[in-house]
């Protein structure tokens, strides 16, 4: 099992910026490709970034490209979503995700629980 806590998450003014985290315990984390998701209300959950195991390789959703960067530490077992330049579309839960596959969207063994990120106009 493993075992996945988001922080971080807030409110932000439009343009503003925040930063994710996602913590991993229980087993070798950098054994396991991480992804972000995201569900806002009355959407299904859509995928946002996924990174590889050593973090070599990265992509992202289409609406969050070149605005978000995801990063892992694996030393610290922890996975990162920098957002920048935020828009109140992207007003969501966000959640973190681990499997030992990497590079699909959707799919994921693990899951957090996720934290609230809101936007404002």
């Known amino acids: 099992q493993v075992q996945l806590v988001e922080s971080g998450g807030g409110l932000v003014q439009a343009g503003g910026s925040l930063t994710l985290s996602c913590a991993a315990s229980?087993?070798?984390?950098?054994?396991?490709?991480m992804g972000w998701f995201r569900q806002a209300p009355g959407k299904e959950r859509e995928f946002v970034a996924a990174?590889?195991?050593?973090?070599?390789?990265?992509y992202y959703a289409d609406s969050v490209k070149g605005r978000f960067t995801i990063s892992r530490d694996n030393a610290k077992n922890t996975m990162y979503l920098q957002m920048n330049n935020l828009k109140p579309e992207d007003t969501a839960v966000y959640y973190c995700?681990?499997?030992?596959?990497?590079?699909?969207?959707?799919?994921?063994?693990?899951w957090g629980q996720g934290t609230q990120v809101t936007v404002s106009s």
């Open positions: 995700a681990a499997d030992r596959n990497y590079g699909s969207t959707r799919g994921y063994a693990y």
């Open positions: 229980g087993r070798t984390f950098s054994n396991y490709a």
């Open positions: 990174i590889s195991w050593g973090g070599g390789s990265t």
